[in-house]
């Protein structure tokens, strides 16, 4: 099945650097795909070269299995939001989105129509007169989105929409932005910078660094499978928990052994004896009785009071460590005792910093 938008080996070189280098992926119709990592990674130049602002080195761009690379801007039927709304403040709600359709010579009546209908579906009907002005940001997201899906584009390129809002605002927009696509079956392709859009919106998320997309996955995935460290850390809040580690492998058996005599007994994986990381999250970390088995004593520096939930800082060996724990009394000082889940643990090569897949193995009591 053709994809509807597809990029095969797209590189962009500025002055010597790689900027993008082979990228590929492809979007199915109706998706909600995020292009997510750092300032700097390539991401506003991949949408620049998508939407036709910026041509690309190498590489071919489709949409719906045509190749457009050399298909201007205007012609290439692509939706474009940016980080500012360019709401027309002094033209009403109506005339923002009858102005594209007026370029593109539709006449008045059907204008009309137009406007009306999809001022139903996004929610804009019982403010059409009012002047752009005048609207709060929900409303000019909104306005901007229906400006520019009224041109049917095929597909709508997203360019960090919600960057300047506070996060308020950005919490509520991003439950109405995924409404709007859902009910439209529109596809999108939304570029950001920010892990909690990316994972709270998307189908299917890819992470950028340095110009290469290091990963394609679900958000499920991408947060509990990601390849490699930099995804690992890039990804979660609070931010995962890279614990020193030593594998030992025995003939067919493997060992991770931690500080404090903790082992976790496993098969062999395709990893070297020697030193390594164990990813752990915060909120697979427990708070258990002291004394209990596979338990670590760790002593409490401070904690981060977040009302639902306490983030704890620890101390394990030389470096702190965050806990997700329930709120409560706890003195700073205190001696904690810490089980890792183990079924949410991942093992990092330190040579390669690629996660290595492996089975726990139980221990018969």
Same mark, same amino acid.
């Given at each position: 099945?053709?994809?509807?938008?597809?990029?095969?080996?797209?590189?962009?070189?500025?002055?010597?650097? #790689?900027?993008?280098?082979?990228?590929?992926?492809?979007?199915?119709?109706?998706?909600?795909?995020?292009?997510?990592?750092?300032?700097?990674?390539? *991401?506003?130049?991949?949408?620049?070269?998508?939407?036709?602002?910026?041509?690309?080195?190498?590489?071919?761009?489709?949409?719906?299995?045509?190749?457009?690379?050399?298909?201007?801007?205007?012609?290439?039927?692509?939706?474009?939001?940016?980080?500012? $709304?360019?709401?027309?403040?002094?033209?009403?709600?109506?005339?923002?989105?009858?102005?594209?359709?007026?370029?593109?010579?539709?006449?008045?009546?059907?204008?009309?129509?137009?406007?009306?209908?999809?001022?139903?579906?996004?929610?804009?009907?019982?403010?059409?007169?009012?002047?752009?002005?005048?609207?709060?940001?929900?409303?000019?997201?909104?306005?901007?989105?229906?400006?520019?899906?009224?041109?049917?584009?095929?597909?709508?390129?997203?360019?960090?929409?919600?960057?300047?809002?506070?996060?308020?605002?950005?919490?509520?927009?991003?439950?109405?932005?995924?409404?709007?696509?859902?009910?439209?079956?529109?596809?999108?392709? $939304?570029?950001?910078?920010?892990?909690?859009?990316?994972?709270?919106?998307?189908?299917?998320?890819?992470?950028?660094? #340095?110009?290469?997309?290091?990963?394609?996955?679900?958000?499920?995935?991408? $947060?509990?499978?990601?390849?490699?460290?930099?995804?690992?850390?890039?990804?979660?809040?609070?931010?995962?928990?890279?614990?020193?580690?030593?594998?030992?492998?025995?003939?067919? *058996?493997?060992?991770?052994?931690?500080?404090?005599?903790?082992?976790?007994?496993?098969?062999?994986?395709?990893? #070297?004896?020697?030193?390594?990381?164990?990813?752990?999250?915060?909120?697979?970390?427990?708070?258990?009785?002291?004394?209990?088995?596979?338990?670590?004593?760790?002593?409490?520096?401070?904690?981060?009071?977040?009302?639902?939930?306490?983030?704890?800082?620890?101390?394990?060996? #030389?470096?702190?460590?965050?806990?997700?724990?329930?709120?409560?009394?706890?003195?700073?000082?205190?001696?904690?005792?810490?089980?890792?889940?183990?079924?949410?643990?991942?093992?990092?090569?330190?040579?390669?910093?690629?996660?290595?897949?492996?089975?726990?193995?139980?221990?018969?009591?």
């Amino acid at each position: 099945m053709v994809g509807k938008l597809e990029l095969k080996r797209v590189s962009k070189r500025f002055a010597g650097r #790689d900027a993008v280098h082979n990228l590929s992926l492809a979007l199915g119709k109706g998706e909600f795909f995020s292009l997510l990592g750092p300032s700097g990674c390539g *991401k506003s130049t991949t949408l620049a070269m998508i939407a036709g602002f910026v041509k690309p080195d190498g590489g071919d761009i489709l949409v719906d299995g045509h190749r457009i690379n050399d298909v201007s801007p205007q012609r290439r039927r692509i939706g474009l939001v940016f980080q500012d $709304y360019a709401v027309f403040t002094s033209l009403t709600v109506r005339a923002n989105l009858a102005f594209g359709l007026e370029v593109k010579g539709m006449k008045r009546s059907e204008r009309r129509r137009a406007v009306e209908s999809l001022a139903r579906q996004l929610d804009l009907a019982e403010i059409l007169d009012r002047r752009g002005g005048s609207l709060n940001m929900s409303e000019m997201q909104r306005v901007a989105m229906a400006r520019t899906l009224a041109t049917e584009p095929e597909l709508l390129l997203l360019d960090e929409p919600m960057s300047n809002l506070d996060a308020e605002i950005r919490a509520r927009l991003r439950g109405e932005l995924r409404q709007i696509q859902k009910s439209l079956a529109q596809t999108v392709f $939304y570029v950001t910078h920010d892990q909690a859009e990316a994972l709270s919106m998307s189908d299917r998320i890819a992470v950028m660094r #340095d110009g290469e997309m290091l990963q394609v996955a679900t958000p499920d995935d991408i $947060y509990h499978r990601p390849i490699n460290r930099f995804v690992a850390e890039f990804i979660g809040d609070p931010p995962i928990n890279l614990i020193p580690c030593d594998v030992q492998i025995d003939a067919m *058996k493997m060992a991770i052994m931690l500080r404090g005599g903790v082992t976790l007994p496993a098969a062999i994986a395709a990893i #070297d004896p020697g030193r390594h990381w164990l990813g752990v999250r915060p909120h697979n970390i427990q708070l258990v009785p002291e004394g209990g088995a596979g338990t670590v004593p760790s002593v409490l520096r401070f904690v981060e009071n977040f009302g639902a939930k306490h983030v704890l800082h620890v101390e394990y060996g #030389d470096d702190l460590i965050r806990i997700e724990a329930a709120p409560g009394a706890r003195a700073i000082g205190t001696t904690l005792y810490l089980r890792f889940d183990s079924a949410r643990v991942l093992l990092i090569d330190r040579i390669n910093e690629r996660v290595v897949p492996f089975q726990r193995l139980e221990v018969a009591a």
